[in-house]
């Protein structure tokens, strides 16, 4: 079964609403997560990393202040899209690393979510 | 930075063939991921990478990392319909931070 999990799934949202999208690791502890996007037919792009206790690290052109990260606790880190637009509308995607691979450290991504903003 | 490159981009096969994705990278690998995604979906973990030479297998689905580290191949062998989807291979970007960046994926249609 899923060992990270996501929700919502889909989301529909307002123009100028925020929306919070949840990612859990079920079985594991995770004190980094990751976050992506993913546009259609198109591969994934990083976001941003979630830390646990500490501010996230974005990646280049990504606006802070537009994609909030909070990790809350080490099974939990939420992406709320403040202020959408529909250009905001996308596929959403976690992952975190299963510290109980050993050294190999195997990624798993969770289910994703879709944001529709109208 | 490093860049991913997938072969090819999208591919048709009679059910019962094998086929072989490739994925090239600009430097040396130290983690090759390989996932399988419905259009749409989450990833679904394959196989992990991480020794110059190493091989993997799954059921049907063999990955291989060249001993250089910078190649590696999805094989699969008898295709069948579940296997349609989108391939796509991450890489630890530097090195075991589990920030992954991918190819453009492969998209493999399986005809019955």
């Known amino acids: 079964g899923a060992v990270v999990s996501q929700h919502p799934s889909r989301v529909i949202c307002k123009s100028g609403t925020s929306v919070k999208i949840e990612c859990r690791s079920l079985?594991?502890?995770?004190?980094?997560m990751f976050w992506y996007r993913q546009f259609p037919k198109q591969s994934l792009m990083l976001m941003a990393t979630?830390?646990?206790?500490?501010?996230?690290?974005?990646e280049q052109g990504v606006e802070k202040d537009k994609f909030l990260i909070n990790h809350a606790s080490l099974t939990l880190s939420t992406l709320t899209v403040t202020s959408a637009h529909p250009e905001d509308s996308s596929f959403y995607i976690c992952?975190?690393?299963?510290?109980?691979?050993?050294?190999?450290?195997?990624?798993?991504f969770g289910e994703g979510s879709w944001l529709t903003v109208v | 930075s490093q860049e991913l490159e997938q072969s090819p981009q999208s591919l048709i096969v009679q059910e019962g063939k094998n086929l072989t994705i490739n994925c090239t990278s600009s430097?040396?690998?130290?983690?090759l991921y390989w996932y399988k995604q419905k259009y749409g979906e989450g990833l679904i973990f394959l196989m992990m990478?991480?020794?110059?030479?190493e091989e993997k297998s799954h059921e049907k689905i063999t990955a291989k990392l060249d001993e250089k580290k910078q190649q590696s191949s999805l094989h699969i062998t008898a295709s069948q319909p579940s296997h349609a989807g989108i391939y796509l291979c991450?890489?630890?970007?530097?090195?075991?931070?589990?920030?992954?960046?991918f190819g453009q994926g492969t998209t493999l249609q399986v005809k019955p």
């Open positions: 992952s975190a690393r299963d510290p109980r691979t050993g050294s190999g450290n195997t990624i798993y």
């Open positions: 079985d594991f502890q995770a004190t980094t």
């Open positions: 979630s830390n646990e206790g500490s501010k996230a690290t974005y």
């Open positions: 430097k040396t690998l130290y983690g």
């Open positions: 990478l991480q020794k110059g030479g």
């Open positions: 991450g890489a630890d970007n530097a090195g075991n931070t589990g920030k992954l960046i």
